[in-house]
């Protein structure tokens, strides 16, 4: 079986060390929220406590929380890391996007029911 969302060797890395430096965390919150000129944003956070609705799935030993909301758009993500210059990001490659913005900060999908 596919897992829902996927971590490169690098997000995975990145995401040991938020944890490791935050103990009172229990996971990576991820999720999407609306903004920008496409629509939609990708979120990253500590995750404190896992909520009624959220899908949790346990990735080479991180616990990845999405709330049962935002699953349908961001199923079947890969999150990597990476570093250009002195710039550093999480990076999504969602099979659900249909559209981008220009400066790539926010995304369309097609509505999900």
Same mark, same amino acid.
């Given at each position: 079986?596919?897992?829902?969302?996927?971590?490169?060797?690098?997000?995975?890395?990145?995401?040991?060390?938020?944890?490791?430096?935050?103990?009172?965390?229990?996971?990576?919150?991820?999720?999407?929220?609306?903004?920008?000129?496409?629509? #939609?944003?990708?979120?990253?956070?500590? /995750?404190?406590? +896992?909520?009624? $609705?959220?899908? @949790?799935?346990?990735?080479? =030993?991180?616990?990845?929380?999405?709330?049962?909301?935002?699953?349908?758009?961001?199923?079947?993500?890969?999150?990597? #890391?990476?570093?250009?210059?002195?710039? /550093?990001?999480? +990076?999504?490659? $969602?099979?659900? @996007?249909?559209?981008?913005? =220009?400066?790539?900060?926010?995304?369309?999908?097609?509505?999900?029911?």
């Amino acid at each position: 079986m596919t897992m829902p969302i996927q971590l490169t060797s690098a997000a995975l890395e990145r995401m040991q060390r938020f944890l490791a430096n935050d103990p009172s965390a229990i996971g990576v919150r991820f999720g999407i929220k609306r903004t920008g000129c496409s629509g #939609y944003a990708y979120t990253v956070d500590l /995750a404190r406590d +896992v909520a009624e $609705n959220d899908s @949790v799935f346990d990735l080479d =030993g991180i616990r990845v929380l999405v709330d049962g909301k935002a699953l349908p758009f961001v199923e079947g993500t890969e999150i990597d #890391y990476r570093r250009q210059g002195l710039n /550093a990001a999480f +990076v999504f490659h $969602n099979p659900n @996007v249909t559209g981008e913005c =220009g400066c790539g900060e926010s995304f369309t999908v097609d509505a999900k029911d």
